[in-house]
């Protein structure tokens, strides 16, 4: 029962991480601020524009079915996160706690998180099919390898703060 503490403070710290990406990053204050502003010819607006990739909307011009799955898409990032935090126990449990197998952990289970977010939303979209589902788990991975980091640093803080 000793490691359920940490374990669990690596999910929630993870977990957090993601939550915050996607409330702050994906709001559409920042999503329209990133369209109008960022040019995605350059390396630094690509990645200001994929930090909204997950966003929510309250109102948009789009049919009710992709706002939904827009919405839907950015919960589950932040919630299968926390599954996918929770699943990897093996870096959690092995001799190098706290390390670099724990950031790698939190960044692959990012990188997961928006892969099956994007695949399982895509079929709730208007018109739906196989190809655009799996195009769109290729997006959402894209999303989670180079933001996932950011999930990964905070999972091995998770650890540091309870030795």
């Known amino acids: 029962m000793a490691l359920t503490n940490r374990y669990k403070t690596a999910t929630g710290a993870g977990t957090i991480a993601a939550l915050l990406l996607v409330l702050i990053f994906g709001s559409p204050w920042y999503a ?3 369209e109008a502003n960022a040019d995605p010819g350059t390396a630094g607006g690509w990645f200001l524009q994929l930090l909204a990739w997950p966003s929510w ?11 939904i799955a827009a919405d839907l898409r950015a919960i589950l990032v932040v919630a299968f996160t926390a599954l996918f935090l929770f699943l990897l126990p093996g870096s959690q449990l092995a001799r190098a706690r706290g390390t670099v197998s724990q950031f790698f952990a939190g960044w692959a289970a990012y990188v997961f998180a928006g892969a099956f977010a994007a695949l399982l939303t895509a079929l709730v979209q208007t018109n739906p099919s196989l190809l655009g589902a799996f195009e769109a788990a290729g997006s959402g991975a894209r999303y ?6 950011v999930v990964g640093i905070a999972t091995l803080g998770g650890w540091r ?3």
């Open 144 to 149: 989670g390898f180079f933001v996932g980091w």
């Open 57 to 67: 909307r309250f109102d948009s011009d789009a049919s009710i079915q992709d706002l």
């Open 32 to 34: 329209d601020w990133a």
């Open 161 to 163: 703060g309870r030795r």
